[in-house]
């Protein structure tokens, strides 16, 4: 079975300060890989995520993510964070078929202005 | 509605009682999951739907745990003689269609379940 292990568990930054958040996954398949956020007060929500192709994934309010297969890994980055940043991040994969998802354990990231 | 509606958002019951807790998924989506969260942990896969067809339930933890959609539409997940563990925040997701993992999933606030 897949699982994601999330290395930080809790993240404080400055604003404009550059983010790496990593994740990790077990599984020797094709993955499907996402990352959601969630804003404090809201429901989760899909930042971005790879199926195939690019290994480099954009998603939304500049946040990207790099699916590298031999390190089994899909760490998600943004060049410089903003206080509205602050959200708990969750990294997920899915390995095929139908749409069951396993998330890590989350990183709660922290910006301070 | 725009989106996933859960209620109720907190529900509070005495151990050993029975609770229901329902999902009103995005109209017309056809996928619908049910997720447990425990404080500190990421959301774990309980079961999945397709239209009113369950076909994966293998991550409801015990026998006590039972969930229904059965229209298609609405799902109920019931959690009988409740136990504190079951204490979590219950999410519903659903997503338009059963095509395998291209579709994102949309998730509803949950709800907060507290067994004293």
């Known amino acids: 079975a897949q699982s994601v292990s999330q290395h930080n568990h809790h993240v404080i930054l400055s604003e404009a300060a550059s983010l790496e958040l990593g994740c990790n996954y077990s599984?020797?398949?094709?993955?499907?890989l996402f990352w959601y956020v969630q804003y404090p007060g809201q429901h989760l929500q899909l930042l971005l995520k790879?199926?195939?192709?690019?290994?480099l994934v954009k998603g939304i309010k500049g946040f990207e993510a790099e699916f590298i297969k031999s390190k089994f890994s899909f760490n998600l980055r943004k060049p410089s964070v903003q206080w509205s940043d602050t959200a708990e991040y969750f990294c997920a994969v899915n390995t095929g078929g139908y749409q069951k998802v396993t998330f890590g354990t989350g990183t709660k990231l922290q910006v301070i202005p | 509605g725009a989106g996933v509606s859960q209620s109720p958002r907190y529900k509070v019951a005495k151990r050993g009682q029975d609770v229901a807790l329902r999902c009103d998924p995005i109209s017309g989506h056809v996928s619908l999951f049910w997720y447990q969260q425990a404080l500190g942990q990421g959301p774990e896969f309980l079961t999945y739907?397709?239209?009113?067809?369950?076909?994966?339930k293998s991550g409801l933890p015990s026998d006590r745990f039972f969930a229904e959609r059965p229209e298609g539409s609405v799902s109920t997940l019931k959690i009988q003689r409740t136990q504190q563990e079951d204490s979590a925040v219950y999410l519903c997701?659903?997503?338009?269609?059963?095509?395998?993992?291209?579709?994102?999933?949309?998730f509803g606030d949950g709800t907060r379940l507290s067994i004293l």
């Open positions: 739907f397709q239209n009113e067809a369950q076909l994966d």
């Open positions: 790879y199926f195939s192709g690019d290994p």
């Open positions: 997701a659903s997503s338009l269609d059963w095509s395998p993992s291209n579709q994102p999933q949309h």
């Open positions: 599984y020797g398949g094709t993955v499907n």
